[in-house]
């Protein structure tokens, strides 16, 4: 690579461990959505699904949007309604309430769409599973078009057309996309198909490609994989991003303090989390309307409230964080390991942060985790999240199949479901069974892949910069992590909500900044705390910090160890 296509040293050891090859580099440096995107009618249903929106368009019929309460359930909704608004449409949206309605369409909600004037009904991010919901819309004449990622068994709800990579019978290869995607690859077919029409004979076809700033959010919430189309997904919306022309995400990157152009790491953790605030502790609707209104006031009212329930939320899960790893290490046992998997149950605890508190025992005890609320009863709302290599929505659903949840779907890397309190122990060591071989298999396989060792004083601004030409990074195209030898710790204290933040130097004095999130009370924030003044071998990666405008390289610390014992 370096020979050939003149790349950097570092830059091409990237890549190559990555699996790209020679030939491939270019593109992989490039992409985009000419060469990596389909003919969206290569998936099933498609073909169906824009031929009943176009003629929906065509009548100035009502289109309802029935969307997931997550981002990218929002992502997807707002990139409908926007294109709807740019070809002159209006719509009914509806995000259901995570409390009184859950996951995925209702009938009530059905019918009251209908009420409002919808003639037809799009679904996005959910629906694969909706069949009470799709019957009712079925009963009243009312046709549904399903735009959805979540995996699906082979018998599917009445739409009229459902438009899905994943179900069973479709063979696209597009199972990696987000909602967002998918529903940006359904804005492609129909944007084709209008022009067929004449639609655009008298108006201005719609800049698709300004709308990809959605479709990275999603794509990057979701935490799909970064490859292929994805990548491009991303690397032309973060372009639209910096323009900020979506007054919405503008208004959130202002109260998120976000410094410095978007990146994947903004979006996954300051902008993501908040829009997922509404669905999981407020009202579900708010990141949708954020992210379709073009009023700049009401964007920053939406916006400021959004953050506000973040914090809130911040202060939620720290709490039941804490509870639920003191049950898990309880029914562990002092220094034991837990089984294939890790369940933690509450009945105080908010069923909206369920999800992260999963994610966050799934870090901690390197198992597939599942958090279970029971707060409404004896119904428990839960939520589940694995380890690479362990697919978790397959094994939900062979719990429904075997009679032992009452609702519950995904895909492999995460999972919602509805369980009895009295079958919790069944859906235990149902899954514990199930996932036995394959957690044995990701655990054995456990290791901290380093792409290069270096010193802090190669740790400029214009490597850190070239690395970015790889990016983005993310689930399925990992971030770049390095090994720092024998650096001595100059400072080291905690900060913010558990993080350490500390300095080290190399032996010619050069100093990098570098932090470890959510290290302390953990082995790794013991290890820095203990070790100032003192050398350690480090591990992480690198990333621009553009705080007071003047980018400076931070080093994000997820290993180390001493040198007087070895590596390990």
Request: glycine letters at 12%; hydrophobic letters at 45%; aromatic letters at 4%.
């Amino acid at each position: 690579m370096r020979q050939r296509h003149g790349l950097d040293d570092m830059l091409a050891r990237v890549l190559a461990g990555r699996g790209v090859g020679i030939d491939e580099a270019p593109g992989f440096l490039d992409p985009t959505l000419r060469d990596l995107m389909s003919d969206p009618s290569v998936v099933t249903d498609m073909d169906r699904a824009v031929s009943r929106i176009a003629d929906a368009v065509e009548a100035n019929a009502m289109i309802a949007i029935f969307g997931d309460y997550d981002v990218d359930g929002a992502s997807s909704t707002a990139l409908f309604a926007r294109y709807l608004g740019l070809l002159g449409r209006d719509c009914l949206t509806h995000i259901p309430d995570r409390l009184t309605e859950g996951y995925g369409p209702n009938p009530q909600a059905v019918r009251d769409l209908q009420r409002r004037g919808a003639g037809l009904l799009l679904t996005l991010d959910c629906g694969s599973t909706g069949f009470e919901a799709l019957e009712a819309a079925e009963t009243i004449g009312l046709d549904t078009i399903v735009v959805d990622h979540h995996q699906c068994g082979a018998q599917l709800p009445p739409a009229y057309a459902l438009v899905n990579p994943n179900r069973q019978d479709d063979l696209s290869g597009l199972g990696h996309l987000a909602a967002v995607g998918v529903t940006f690859m359904v804005i492609v077919a129909l944007t084709r198909e209008l022009r067929r029409r004449g639609t655009f004979a008298t108006r201005t076809e719609p800049d698709l490609l300004g709308l990809l700033d959605l479709v990275a959010l999603g794509t990057i919430a979701d935490v799909v994989p970064l490859v292929g189309l994805n990548r491009a997904f991303v690397v032309k919306g973060l372009v639209a991003l910096r323009r900020r022309t979506n007054v919405g995400l503008a208004a959130l990157t202002a109260v998120a303090r976000l410094n410095g152009p978007v990146t994947p790491y903004h979006l996954g953790f300051l902008i993501g989390p908040r829009i997922n605030a509404g669905g999981r502790i407020g009202d579900a609707g708010l990141g949708a309307r954020l992210l379709i209104t073009d009023d700049a006031a009401e964007a920053e009212a939406l916006a400021a409230e959004l953050d506000r329930l973040n914090r809130e939320r911040q202060t939620l899960e720290a709490l039941a964080v804490e509870a639920a790893d003191a049950q898990v290490a309880l029914e562990v046992g002092p220094g034991g390991e837990p089984g294939p998997l890790v369940i933690a149950q509450s009945d105080d605890w908010h069923p909206g942060i369920v999800g992260l508190i999963a994610s966050r025992l799934k870090e901690r005890w390197r198992r597939p985790a599942f958090a279970l609320s029971f707060d409404q009863g004896e119904i428990g709302a839960g939520s589940g999240r694995s380890i690479a290599g362990v697919d978790l929505g397959a094994a939900v659903r062979a719990a429904v199949d075997a009679g032992i949840l009452a609702k519950g779907g995904g895909h492999a890397m995460a999972a919602g479901l509805s369980v009895a309190r009295d079958r919790v122990d069944d859906l235990k060591a149902f899954l514990a069974e199930r996932l036995a071989s394959t957690v044995a298999v990701a655990a054995a396989e456990r290791s901290l892949l380093i792409d290069g060792v270096m010193t802090a004083g190669g740790a400029g601004v214009e490597f850190v910069g070239g690395l970015d030409r790889a990016g983005p990074y993310g689930a399925g195209h990992a971030e770049p992590l390095f090994a720092f030898p024998a650096h001595r710790i100059a400072f080291a204290d905690p900060v913010g909500q558990g993080h350490v933040r500390l300095s080290l130097s190399s032996g010619d004095g050069t100093t990098l900044k570098a932090i470890a999130f959510r290290a302390v009370g953990e082995p790794l924030g013991d290890l820095l705390l203990a070790s100032r003044g003192r050398p350690l071998h480090l591990a992480g990666s690198l990333s621009l910090d553009h705080w007071q405008g003047e980018p400076k390289v931070q080093l994000r610390v997820v290993d180390a160890a001493d040198p007087n014992l070895g590596i390990g």
